[in-house]
């Protein structure tokens, strides 16, 4: 159990819909990162954020938006779902998230979003 | 642009044979590497990191890696596979000076092994 949590393990929804994606850090953990892993693109960072403010951005599409709450969760908000938006979604936690240090990323179990 | 390449998408090896999964990265500076290991329906786990000390790197479950600069590799090794050890393995590297430490993944390697 790496100690980050992540709400719900599964989604199935339908095209054109909106859904939110929950993640709980780690206890002292101050960033929070989501990444994206489905067969044809792999795995890909989506966003960070330190300390409830964005730090860094990645391949997200515009659709996609996400924020971290001043306990820290985060939330990540797909809307108007289309099929290839279908993967598995991973939050991951560190201690301090800046530049230049090889933090340790701590995984969660992932939300598995199907779109119909 | 930062990028880390795995050779060889499956890796079928026998219990009790030497594991070794391929990584080179790509990195004018050499950044920090990382391998996780994907259990099937879990997240990842870190298995080791290379943050500059010593370039012979030991992690849990028994793997160990070595940072070889004039090669760009960071290949992940382990003296005797066990069946406990199918599962799928990614590399992955972070930029030293960049704005962000986000972590950017290889394809990964499915490991089998054979009893």
């Known amino acids: 159990d790496s100690g980050v949590t992540q709400t719900p393990k599964h989604l199935i929804t339908a095209t054109g819909q909106r859904v939110t994606l929950r993640c709980s850090p780690r206890s002292g953990d101050l960033s929070v990162y989501w990444y994206q892993q489905s067969l044809d693109q792999g795995l890909q960072f989506l966003i960070q954020y330190y300390n409830g403010e964005e730090r860094a951005k990645g391949n997200i599409l515009e659709r996609f938006s996400a924020q971290q709450f001043p306990d820290l969760h985060s939330e990540l908000n797909l809307s108007s779902l289309e099929l290839g938006d279908s993967a598995l979604y991973f939050c991951?936690?560190?201690?301090?998230?800046?530049?230049?240090?090889?933090?340790?990323?701590?995984f969660g179990p992932g939300t598995r979003l199907t779109v119909l | 642009a930062q990028s880390v390449t795995q050779l060889g998408s499956h890796v079928s090896v026998s219990e009790g044979a030497l594991v070794l999964l391929r990584c080179n990265y790509s990195s004018s500076v050499p950044p920090y590497l990382f391998w996780y290991v994907q259990y099937p329906n879990q997240g990842l786990q870190l298995l080791l990191k290379?943050?500059?000390?010593?370039?012979l790197v030991k992690g849990i479950n028994g793997f160990e890696a070595e940072f070889k600069k004039s090669e760009t590799s960071f290949h992940l090794t382990k003296p005797s596979a066990h069946m406990s050890d199918a599962a799928e393995y990614f590399c992955a590297v972070s930029d030293r000076g960049g704005a962000t430490n986000k972590l950017i993944f290889g394809t990964g390697t499915l490991l089998a092994v054979q009893p």
């Open positions: 991951a936690s560190s201690v301090s998230g800046l530049a230049g240090v090889a933090d340790t990323q701590y």
């Open positions: 290379y943050t500059s000390a010593a370039t």
